[in-house]
């Protein structure tokens, strides 16, 4: 079981990033793929999400200016962020919905951290 984020980083407003996952193949072969983030204080919250098919969702607040996309032949998703703003600065993960369960948790990958400044 494996998800590694990465591709995070210190960024101006209205800049872009454009972070990866890279997933174990039986977390990411037969499941949608989900992106979340957890900003300082808050909890973790689903921002965008893509079935094994293709179709995408997007939380109203990156809607219009992030795009998730998938390889499944790599097992990575991808999340294309443009005009990023500082209230986008978080620790963001990927994971499969429902996510893998190692030893009775939930499992989740490190996170990459992405900071915007004003």
């Known amino acids: 079981v494996q998800l590694v984020e990465s591709g995070g980083g210190l960024v101006q407003t209205g800049g872009s990033l454009r972070l990866s996952c890279a997933a174990s193949?039986?977390?990411?072969?037969?499941?949608?793929m989900v992106w979340y983030r957890q900003a300082p204080g808050k909890q973790r919250g689903w921002i965008a999400s893509?079935?094994?098919?293709?179709?995408?969702n997007y939380a109203d607040s990156v809607k219009g200016r992030f795009t998730i996309s998938r390889d499944n032949a790599n097992n990575t998703v991808y999340l294309q962020m443009n005009s990023l703003k500082p209230e986008d600065t978080a620790v963001y993960y990927c994971?499969?919905?429902?996510?893998?369960?190692?030893?009775?948790?939930?499992?989740w990958g490190q996170g990459t951290q992405v900071t915007v400044s004003s």
């Open positions: 893509i079935a094994v098919g293709g179709s995408t």
């Open positions: 193949g039986s977390i990411f072969s037969a499941y949608p």
């Open positions: 994971n499969s919905y429902p996510p893998k369960i190692v030893s009775s948790k939930p499992y």
